[in-house]
């Protein structure tokens, strides 16, 4: 979500005439995109204000004008507390206040001390196309929707990020088919509940009327919403545009996953099948008092259905260890969920206490530091194994592989993703651009290529490497 919000901010900010630097010496406004979610990411950004405090008081004298902001969560969660408490930050805009940032920088200059973090409910930087930053350009961020309104009871993002908002469709249409145009091969949609996506704004043009849409055997704390298009019909829109760019999408929420939205993921070619599924725990009482709105059970059924209808999808998870109240019994089911399941990734936290949060309020943060800590090593042994598992799987396989560029380890190695987004090692070399023909080509980042995984190793993160490599692929939508 920040590196989207940082192509955002900077779309706004390049159309006021500010140009980018990489090198901080150089830079006359330094600006934090900032995360809340736990502790540890705002102490990061504590320690890096430091920092920049401590540089602005060195250059005071041939920089008198460096500005320091602070953008995003942090600064809608601490607001003025940033400004005139601490005194180490020049600017502040919250998550929908970017619009904001000109006007915000202006004042900085004239010595004041400029804020707004006020929350919308209706911004979703819809007509801002934002600048992508990454690397060689092959795959891009699309922003669809922004906040949430789910409230689980440990998460500060509905304060910090504000209610659930869809951005309407035609302008996410006229996003990705200009990313096609410029040659993206991949395209992650993304917000903090993809599939809760609601377009009211089309109403006129489908209408799924009536639907809930839920999972089975989930609820919401919120009244369910009704008409609008819904994310089965972005996603149907969006992976019809161009059938050689890959459709990922995150962070989805496991109760809207009905099996429409399901059928169509494996019918379409370029919609990966790889569905992150945040979990959060794997016992249901713990479940409940994150009022996440499903048991075990009903997390396993949804596990059972998605297997079922998307054989091979590979699937991933977040959870938390040593929320409040959490007992030995519920860790030990957590690990056997974890197991059950045999996701090939997983983002794993300890419970870190937010302020304004349900569980900040009413309950206790009564599992020891320690024990959250001892518990999240144990989470990401089984993790590990499991993924390994998963992984391993795949030796023997021909897998589609989107090119990345050089692997970390060689520059005589390329590394890319396959569809489930497991990373894939591979040699450098030219390869026939169709089997069977003579001309030879070298591989480039973008490009799809035919891999044969012979064998797999594992270390921190799991990587496939091959040996054989195939072929160049001109069309993967034309299959293999
Ligand atoms: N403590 C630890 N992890 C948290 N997450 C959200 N809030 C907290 C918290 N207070 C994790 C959840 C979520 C992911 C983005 O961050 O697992 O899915
Ligand atoms: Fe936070 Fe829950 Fe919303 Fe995810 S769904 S952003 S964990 S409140």
């Known amino acids: 979500m920040n590196i989207s919000d940082t192509e955002i901010a900077w779309s706004i900010l390049q159309k006021a005439g500010y140009s980018r630097t990489h090198e901080l010496p150089e830079a006359d406004v330094v600006l934090l995109v900032t995360c809340s979610i736990r502790e540890k990411a705002e102490q990061t950004i504590w320690n890096r204000l430091k920092h920049l405090t401590a540089l602005k008081k060195r250059c005071q004298k041939h920089k008198p004008l460096l500005k320091i902001g602070v ?33 915000l920088l202006s004042l900085g200059y004239r010595g004041q001390r400029a804020s707004n973090v006020l929350l919308s409910l209706e911004e979703t930087y819809a007509d801002v196309m934002p600048v992508h930053q990454t690397p060689e350009g092959h795959s891009a961020f699309v922003s669809i929707m922004r906040g949430c309104d789910n409230m689980c009871s440990y998460c500060i993002v509905p304060f910090t990020r504000g209610r659930e908002r869809s951005r309407p469709l035609s302008s996410i249409l006229e996003e990705v088919r200009m990313l096609s145009d410029q040659g ?115 997390y396993l059924d949804l596990v059972e259905n998605i297997r079922e209808i998307i054989p091979g999808v590979n699937l991933s998870s977040d959870f938390i260890t040593g929320f409040c109240g959490e007992t030995e019994e519920d860790h030990q089911e957590t690990l056997s969920l974890v197991r059950e399941v045999g996701y090939n990734v997983g983002f794993l936290f300890a419970y870190s206490m937010r302020k304004k949060t349900h569980a900040y309020h009413r309950l206790q943060d009564d599992v020891p530091a320690p024990v959250k800590q001892r518990r999240l090593e144990e989470l990401i042994s089984v993790f590990r194994e499991e993924a390994a598992k998963v992984n391993m799987a795949l030796i023997g396989s021909t897998q589609l592989v989107l090119v990345e560029g050089e692997s970390k380890r060689s520059s005589e190695e390329l590394c890319g993703r396959n569809d489930g987004n497991v990373k894939v090692v591979f040699p450098k070399t030219d390869l026939p651009i169709q089997p069977e023909k003579p001309q030879m080509v070298p591989i480039t980042s973008g490009d799809y290529v035919l891999v044969k995984v012979n064998y797999g190793q594992h270390d921190n ?12 692929v001109v069309n993967p939508a034309a299959g293999f």
């Not at 969560?73 to 206040?97: F, I, N, S, W, Y």
């Not at 043009?205 to 008409?227: D, N």
């Not at 993160?461 to 160049?472: A, D, G, P, Q, T």
């Open 184 to 298: 993206v091969k991949e395209v992650t949609l993304l917000g903090q509940n993809v599939n809760s996506y609601r377009d009211f704004s089309e109403q006129h043009f489908i209408c799924s009327e009536g639907s809930t849409q839920l999972s089975r055997g989930f609820k919401t704390v919120y009244r369910t919403k009704q008409g609008g298009l819904l994310f089965s019909d972005l996603l149907d829109k969006v992976s019809q545009i161009d059938p050689d760019m890959r459709i990922r999408f995150t962070s989805p929420h496991p109760k809207d996953f009905p099996d429409e939205v399901l059928q169509l993921i494996q019918e379409r070619r370029n919609i990966c099948k790889q569905i992150h599924l945040p979990a959060q725990s794997g016992s249901s009482r713990v479940l409940h008092a994150m009022r996440r709105g499903y048991t075990r059970e009903a």
């Open 71 to 103: 953008l995003g969560c942090m600064a809608e969660r601490l607001k003025t507390k940033l400004l005139e408490q601490e005194k180490l930050v020049d600017v502040l805009a919250g998550p929908d206040a970017y619009r904001d940032l000109p006007r």
């Open 461 to 472: 993160k799991i990587e496939l490497i091959w040996l054989c490599l195939l072929s160049l």
